[in-house]
Nanobody
Framework: QVRLVESGGGLVQAGGSLRLSCVASRRTFSGNAMGWFRQPPGKEREFVAAISWSGDDTFHADSVKGRFTISRDNAKSTVYLQMNRLKPEDTAVYYC??????????????WGQGTQVTVSS
């Protein structure tokens, strides 16, 4: 069964930090690249960051580069998103996603339910 469960969202002041976690079932995680996406209020879902199965290759959107870091612990079937220097425009529902392939480029087929991140000014 495909299952992704995010946690770690919440309310934080601008300039603060949060770490999102996403625990995946073995079927969803093993051998697969993972990513984080977000959907700000009233806007389309957008890409945030992605990581290859090995963890050697990562990519971050320009809007978060230098502030957010994606990582993974394959032994724990968990992917993380460390978010520093948060801005009000980072407010969104954050989704964990997985794809059938080792590289992060491509279509993401598996999705979590999302976790809310709210950054106050």
């Amino acid at each position: 069964q495909v299952r992704l469960v995010e946690s770690g969202g919440g309310l934080v002041q601008a300039g603060g930090s949060l770490r999102l976690s996403c625990v995946a079932s073995r079927r969803t995680f093993s051998g697969n690249a993972m990513g984080w996406f977000r959907q700000p209020p009233g806007k389309e879902r957008e890409f945030v960051a992605a990581i290859s199965w090995s963890g050697d290759d990562t990519f971050h959107a320009d809007s978060v580069k230098g502030r957010f870091t994606i990582s993974r612990d394959n032994a724990k079937s968990t992917v993380y998103l460390q978010m520093n220097r948060l801005k009000p425009e980072d407010t969104a529902v954050y989704y964990c996603a997985g794809r059938d392939g080792e590289t992060w480029r491509g279509l993401y087929e598996f999705w979590g339910q999302g976790t809310q991140v709210t950054v106050s000014s």
